[in-house]
């Protein structure tokens, strides 16, 4: 079987993901598990010391740089409550809908210090309610789409983002409906 990120190709047999146990070939699995570090801690600027969700990594990647559009949910463009949404159904399987605000009231809040990868990051900019949402990779970096850089990875520590994070968030295990 082949396991590969984009530009990274690895030949195995035996291993079904690397992100699950290996049955026949560990060596195999954690070259998989390493090359994929490695390619997204130079795609993304920063060093990467485990990826829990390699489709979180590949999904981010394709949709960097996208541009902000209010409402949207497309390649053309789309805003952050969509793109978290995007993501959340691309990795987890699990459909979100809704504003930020809205989106936040389906989480366990959380403090910064217990942001684990594929939680939630939750910003409160406009009057003080929670009007931006991304989704925490690791290291303090979150990936998100911004109104005037689209979809971006930045960090919890910019002055801009420590000023309005308001709280992290991990869904709920039975959301409501």
Known sequence: MR??????????????????PASKDTS?????????????SEVFGFSIDNI????????????????????????DGIDCSDFTAVLYDSAYGI??????DFIF???IPLEKEDLREG????FKIKNNTISHVGVYLTKNKFAHAT??????????????????FYK????KEEPEK
């Open 3 to 20: 396991l590969g990120v984009p530009g990274i190709l690895i030949t195995c047999i035996g291993v079904q993901a690397f992100s699950q």
């Open 28 to 40: 195999c699995t954690m070259l998989a598990r390493d090359s994929a570090i490695t390619h997204y």
């Open 52 to 75: 829990e969700n390699l489709t979180l990594y590949k999904t981010v990647e394709n949709w960097l740089l996208t541009p902000y559009c209010y409402a949207g949910r497309g390649k």
């Open 95 to 100: 459909k979100l809908q809704g504003g930020a």
């Open 105 to 107: 009231k389906k989480n």
């Open 119 to 122: 939680d939630m990051v939750f």
């Open 147 to 164: 109104v005037k850089a689209g979809v971006i990875i930045s960090d919890l520590d910019e002055p801009y983002y420590r000023k309005y």
């Open 168 to 171: 992290g968030g991990r869904l």
